[in-house]
T-cell receptor
Framework: DTGVSQDPRHKITKRGQNVTFRCDPI?????LYWYRQTLGQGPEFLTY????????KSRLLSDRFSAERPKGSFSTLEIQRTEQGDSAMYLC??????????????FGPGTRLTVL | GDSVTQMEGPVTLSEEAFLTINCTYT??????LFWYVQYPGEGLQLLLK?????DKGSNKGFEATYRKETTSFHLEKGSVQVSDSAVYFC????????????FGTGTRLKVLA
């Protein structure tokens, strides 16, 4: 069990550019969540996957955001035409649904995005 | 909708002092409750959890009891150390099947030697 990993850890981009983040969950975990955390705030839910299916998206996830989880393993979060308001820490978490630990999520170290 | 309210920080304590960080929640149904800790530059680490009323979660000297009657889940530690300095987040897991978390705004703890 190597934990949840995220790449890159830091990303600086210019407004209008596209960025993509990757999350590798704990290997046997079938659920994967994305959250966004702005400075001084708690994380806010963006979207989640059960295996490869994206089952819920928050209203925070505008049309410029898209997430995928091909083959139910790693996931990517892409932001198109970035805006300064997208600057935040993007956190990924995974869990094992269908067990008594369904509601326990394990978080990665996050990707800090800065949009100039 | 569901929500979590935490006491504002920062909280500054001397080493070996008693710690309480207040957390109250609003939820439909009976959510699971969690405390996570975030050290500088790192992601969130699960500290403890409780899944039903009167459950007590504990880990590394930290404790919190699920109080349904007061809708609270206050975090306590009898004697803090400098290494406990971090941001602490209270969260609930929604029970609609998503199990997404609703977090409080976090409480920064600074422990002085």
């Amino acid at each position: 069990d190597t934990g949840v990993s995220q790449d890159p850890r830091h990303k600086i981009t210019k407004r209008g550019q596209n960025v993509t983040f990757r999350c590798d969950p704990i290997s046997e975990h079938n659920r994967l969540y994305w959250y966004r955390q702005t400075l001084g705030q708690g994380p806010e839910f963006l979207t989640y996957f059960q295996n490869e299916a994206q089952l819920e998206k928050s209203r925070l996830l505008s049309d410029r955001f898209s997430a995928e989880r091909p083959k139910g393993s790693f996931s990517t979060l892409e932001i198109q035409r970035t805006e300064q308001g997208d600057s935040a820490m993007y956190l990924c978490a995974s869990s094992l649904a269908g067990t008594r630990f369904t509601d326990t999520q394990y978080f990665g170290p996050g990707t800090r995005l800065t949009v100039l | 909708g569901d929500s979590v309210t935490q006491m504002e920080g920062p909280v500054t304590l001397s080493e070996e002092a008693f710690l309480t960080i207040n957390c109250t929640y609003t939820a439909t149904g009976y959510p699971s409750l969690f405390w996570y800790v975030q050290y500088p530059g790192e992601g969130l680490q699960l500290l403890l959890k409780a899944t039903k009323a009167d459950d007590k979660g504990s880990n590394k000297g930290f404790e919190a009891t699920y109080r349904k009657e007061t809708t609270s889940f206050h975090l306590e530690k009898g004697s803090v150390q400098v290494s406990d300095s971090a941001v602490y987040f209270c969260a609930l897991s929604d029970q609609t099947g998503t199990y997404k978390y609703i977090f409080g705004t976090g409480t920064r703890l600074k422990v002085l030697a």
